[in-house]
Each structure stands twice: as structure tokens, then as C-alpha cells.
């Protein structure tokens, strides 16, 4: 049984922490569903207004990140990832609330994201008020082909 951590340092990330962000990517994300983006992808999406990074790190490791965007008053969590090391123990659950926190203050009233069908991560986004509000058939490729369904979830901030 996993430990809670103590402390899970929040903190805004920049293009320096791309590296960073591609290790957790590559540790977190499953090849075969071929979810994780590029460096080309993060560095493109982070020049975009209304895009952010927070990135959680214990003991000074990163240990997960989150890359959103804000658009008049609606958010979307494009990416979330927690290091195998550090899951089920608070990582993401502190960067889901940091999200929610950040989109309400940049004025959204809603929050979004799509994550693709069976992925363990929809317990986290659950927990934290996100309900289904949708599906995109085969909306996923992974690296051999393979098809995957996306859901789509929202909760909306008071």
C-alpha cells in the first residue's frame, strides 16, 4: 500500500522544464496507446495564450505536471501526468485541484478534457468532480493502428 506524500510542491513551468515534462511523459504514458505528446507539441501549445504549466515536485523531482489552456470562460486539461513512483499518492489529485483552482481564476466557469477510454485516470478526474458528458468513437490511434474511444468529461466551477 502506497503512502500519502507530505508535500507536493506546485509550481508554474516554462519551456526549460520540457525535458523534465518528456521524462514523466515517457515514464507515465503507455507506448502502445500513443498518447504522449512530442517536444515540438509541448513547445508549440506553451506560446499559445490562455496555455499553462504546473508542475508537482517532491523533494525537487518532478514528479507530474499539467498543461491547460483557458479560453474566454471555458479551460481544458489537455495533459496530465503523474511518474509510476508517485501515483496514488496525492500527485495528481493536487495538480487536478491546481488546474481547477487556475481556470477559475482566469475566469472560466467550466472545465474540460478528454481521456481515452478505460484509462485509470478517470477515478482521479471522478474524485475531483468531473462527470461524462460525451464520446468520440475511435478518436485514439495507437502506435500499431490500434482504435480507441475518447470520452470527454466537464465540471463546472462555482
Not at 500500500?1 to 518528456?22: F, N, P, Q, W
Amino acid at each position: 500500500m502506497s503512502t500519502r506524500l507530505r508535500i507536493v510542491e506546485l509550481a508554474k513551468g516554462t519551456a526549460a522544464d520540457i525535458s523534465a515534462v518528456e521524462q514523466v511523459m515517457e515514464s507515465a504514458f503507455d507506448p502502445r496507446f500513443g498518447e504522449a505528446w512530442n517536444r515540438s507539441q509541448l513547445l508549440g501549445i506553451l506560446g499559445m495564450p490562455g496555455v499553462w504549466l504546473t508542475l508537482a515536485r517532491v523533494d525537487g523531482h518532478v514528479a507530474g505536471f499539467a498543461l491547460s489552456r483557458a479560453i474566454v470562460d471555458e479551460a481544458e486539461l489537455l495533459l496530465l501526468a503523474t511518474a509510476p513512483a508517485y501515483r496514488r499518492r496525492g500527485v495528481g489529485s493536487a495538480l487536478v485541484r491546481s488546474i481547477l483552482t487556475d481556470a477559475r481564476e482566469r475566469g472560466a466557469i467550466r472545465v474540460h478534457l478528454e481521456v481515452r477510454a478505460g484509462n485509470a485516470a478517470v477515478d482521479l478526474y471522478r474524485s475531483n468532480g468531473f462527470a461524462k458528458c460525451g464520446e468520440r468513437r475511435g478518436y485514439y490511434r495507437g502506435k500499431a493502428g490500434e482504435v480507441y474511444d475518447a470520452h470527454s468529461y466537464s465540471v463546472a466551477l462555482s
